[in-house]
């Protein structure tokens, strides 16, 4: 039974909204079915492997530092997954890039490789998936920076 097409921000949802796909049950030993989880968990994996994004984007500090630290919270802020019928998927990121990316060419490097990366480990057909680059991220050093670029911040604390 095919479960009603629904979008959720994944993993946001309470286990008994989440929705799942059903992929096969030809083989006649039962039925195959993938989750939203599996999607965004693949999705994350595949931006994370891109030279040029420096991390998906979050709602808070709180969903920074759960990122890095691993946590899961930061997924449902920056990876949106809709389930179609008929083993077919639709993928949303949000992304931070870093200073000097180019994003004409690492928005469509994103989507090759999560394509990629869900559909063979899947065996669903991805649809679309759309980039929000969110933000643009400076990680230059003093060294990097112009020194016209540079404050002096004369030390008050004595």
Do not use: C, W
Not at 18 to 39: L, P, R
Not at 55 to 66: E, K, P, Q, T
């Amino acid at each position: 039974m095919r479960q009603p097409e629904k979008k959720t921000a994944v993993p946001g949802a309470s286990p008994r909204m989440a929705v799942t796909q059903k992929v096969d049950d030809s083989n006649g030993m039962g039925e195959i079915q993938i989750h939203e989880n599996v999607i965004a968990s693949l999705a994350l994996r595949a931006v994370r492997e891109i030279e040029g994004v420096s991390r998906l984007a979050a709602g808070s500090i709180v969903d920074s530092i759960a990122d890095f630290v691993g946590g899961r919270r930061q997924q449902g802020r920056s990876v949106a997954i809709e389930m179609l019928p008929e083993g077919r998927v639709s993928i949303q990121l949000k992304v931070i890039l870093t200073f000097g990316a180019r994003i004409p060419e690492i928005a469509p490097a994103i989507q090759r490789k999560v394509i990629e990366t869900v559909e063979s480990a899947t065996g669903m057909t991805v649809v679309k998936v759309n980039i929000l680059v969110q933000e643009y991220e400076a990680d230059r050093t003093e060294e990097d920076m112009p020194e016209d670029d540079m404050i002096d911040i004369p030390n008050t604390l004595g």
